[in-house]
Structure formats: C-alpha cells, structure tokens
C-alpha cells in the first residue's frame, strides 16, 4: 500500500508560480511512476505530467515549458513546479502513483493510488 499526500496549493495571480509536493509512504517511491493531474470544475480529470521509475518524463502540451516535475526519492517526494500560471491551470490537483497498466497512462483508471487533492486557483 502506498499513501500519498499533497501539500502546496494555494491562490496566486496570473503569471505566478507555485510548488506543489506528493509526498509518499509505505513504499520506495523509485520503484513506481508518479505524476500529477488536475480536474477543474465542470472538467474531466486530465494529466498534468507523469514521471516514470526510469527516469522519463511526458508533460501535457498545456504545461510544457512552464511546469517542471522532480522527484527527491530520498524522501519519497515528487514535486510540480508551477510558474508563468494562468487562469486557466486552476483547478484541483491531484497526485498519482504506481501505473498498473491496463490503460492509457493519461487515463485515471492506470493507476493505483491517488492523493487527497489540493486546490490551485489562479487569478487574472
């Protein structure tokens, strides 16, 4: 079993930055994939970004450039790193771990364990 909890949401304006922290138990998180996606309201809960055990990474062509993922697995800990937001990068972001196969890594249903969710709103 593996627990995950999120820390780091927060409001901020546009063109702002934020960190965002995944931080795992139970589990070496070297072992597995992790990543972040984002559900906003009324919206279907989307990958943000995925890093896998062995080191590669896919980001969402929406937050290529501007978001960045790093992994402190040390700690157990992955990071997002959020600048240059914008309006419309608000929404609840939630941690996923440990890809199962069976599905599209973009899909919810690949992966075993998720956080709790934190909210990211952002301002124009």
């Known amino acids: 079993q593996v627990q995950l909890v999120e820390s780091g949401g927060g409001s901020v304006s546009a063109g702002g930055s934020l960190r965002l922290s995944c931080a795992a138990s139970g589990r070496t998180s070297s072992d597995y994939a992790m990543g972040w996606f984002r559900q906003a309201p009324g919206k279907e809960r989307e990958l943000v970004v995925i890093?896998?055990?062995?080191?590669?990474?896919i980001y969402a062509d929406s937050v290529k450039g501007r978001f960045t993922i790093s992994r402190a697995n040390a700690k157990n800990t992955v990071y997002l790193q959020m600048n240059s937001l914008k309006p419309e990068d608000t929404a609840v972001y939630y941690c996923?771990?440990?890809?199962?196969?069976?599905?599209?890594?973009?899909?919810?249903?690949?992966?075993?364990?998720w956080g709790q969710g934190t909210q990211v709103t952002v301002s124009s």
């Open positions: 996923a771990a440990d890809f199962k196969g069976g599905s599209s890594y973009r899909s919810i249903y690949g992966y075993n364990y």
């Open positions: 890093s896998w055990s062995g080191g590669s990474v």
